[in-house]
């Protein structure tokens, strides 16, 4: 809340992509994209953080007029969706099983040797009983390297309003 607090003393519009139950303790952000909200009427609340802010991305973009740029992402959201252990039914199944396609078809550096190494495509187990797991868990554990990845990553859609608006993706 702190962070937030700040954000908001600076003109910043906070934008909060969660995936856990909320607590009492709301924080004041500009908007909270969370399915599991009381009141929420989103079909399917399974969905990872990771997930939900594809989900942002993926509206910002229809809106835009885009291109299905954003599915460029899909290995990213399929791993962090299995890391995360969330339940394989619904969006998450369709979000895993193109986002393996993607990552067996064109790998980003890093995965590409992994992918290597076990001389086959990556499926789904690769990943639960691997290190991404452990990844996942160390993002979660420390906001600074969530906060870190989520930066790292290139997001051109969110470029016009990264000036102004702050993802936290928990």
Do not use: W
Request: net charge negative; proline share 6%; with cysteine.
């Amino acid at each position: 809340n702190e962070q937030i607090e700040s954000a908001n003393e600076k003109g910043i519009d906070v934008i909060i992509c969660d995936h856990h139950i909320p607590d009492n303790s709301i924080p004041k952000a500009y908007s909270i994209i969370n399915p599991n909200q009381k009141n929420c009427n989103y079909p399917f609340k399974g969905l990872c953080g990771c997930g939900i802010g594809f989900k942002l991305i993926s509206a910002i973009e229809k809106q835009s007029g885009g291109i299905e740029e954003v599915n460029q992402y899909l290995d990213l959201v399929a791993i962090a969706t299995i890391a995360d252990q969330m339940p394989m039914i619904n969006e998450n199944r369709t979000i895993v099983h193109h986002g393996l396609k993607v990552l067996n078809k064109n790998p980003r550096p890093g995965f590409h040797f992994f992918i290597r190494s076990i001389n086959r495509d990556i499926v789904e187990s690769d990943i639960s009983f691997n290190k991404f797991s452990l990844l996942a868990d160390a993002a979660t554990c420390q906001p600074s390297l969530a906060n870190f990845i989520a930066k790292a990553l290139p997001i051109p859609l969110l470029a016009p309003v990264i000036h102004t608006t702050f993802l936290f993706i928990i």
